[in-house]
């Protein structure tokens, strides 16, 4: 009889214990995919769940966790890309952080220095360069060691752009790309694929490194 009114009470007062739902991670191992079932339950493609945390997770606004839900995350172990059933829903990742980024403004202009591979380099943004792990980019295509995501919100030229990327602290060090998907990248511009990060120099576990980046056009 007192059990009973237990569970009368707790239903009257909402007090019965229900698992919460789960919600996307705002931090997981650098590179890691997962994957959202048809019961809303988390299954991990690869990598994996980390006890470190990175500050810049305190600043990103992630939507509601929803079946058929596949999550990618950067070289920092952030967030950076949502494909819903196929749809890439990476704008629902907020960044609410300051972002360093700069806006380069050349006007595309061909000045001696943006000579490179007999082509001329419109410059778009500086920021963090971070790497990914995605096996699909945009259009299906089957992404290779020199191609690269841009950031959704902030420049999403046609798939196959060249991009042109310059590490910061070493002019010398460049690398040509082809834009082949996009992404939230919180507070970064450019992310490259592991190899070619490795190529620039950079161990992955430093996770970004500072560059800028620009639209290619190759001579005619």
């Keep these: 009889m007192i059990s009973v009114s237990v569970i009368a009470m707790s239903l009257l007062f909402g007090v019965i214990n229900v698992s919460a739902k789960e919600e996307i ?14 019961n809303e339950q988390i299954e991990i493609i ?14 990103i606004v992630l939507p509601e966790l929803e079946s058929g839900m596949i999550i990618s995350y950067d070289g920092r172990g952030l967030p ?44 778009k943004y500086s920021g963090w360069i971070t790497w990914f792990t995605d096996r699909i980019g945009q259009e299906d295509h089957v992404l290779q060691d020199w191609d690269c995501a841009t950031k959704m919100t902030l420049d999403n030229p046609k798939c196959g752009t060249p991009i042109r990327l310059r590490d910061e602290s070493n002019y010398n060090n460049e690398a040509l790309l082809s834009k082949w998907d996009v ?30 980046y620009g639209h290619f056009t190759p001579y005619q």
């Design 25 to 38: 991670p705002q931090y997981m191992e650098p590179g890691t995919i997962i994957k959202v079932n048809e």
């Design 46 to 59: 690869s990598g994996g769940y980390s006890n470190k945390r990175n500050k810049i997770s305190d600043n």
């Design 80 to 123: 950076n890309k949502i494909l819903n059933n196929g749809v890439n829903e990476s704008y629902k990742i907020d960044y609410i952080g300051t972002e360093e980024i700069q806006v380069i403004n050349d006007g595309g202009e061909d000045f001696p220095e943006q000579r490179f591979a007999q082509g001329t380099t419109v410059w």
């Design 183 to 212: 992404g939230a990248l919180p507070n970064a511009v450019l992310d490259i694929r592991p190899n070619k990060f490795k190529q620039m120099g950079y161990v992955l576990d430093l996770g970004h490194f500072k560059g800028r």
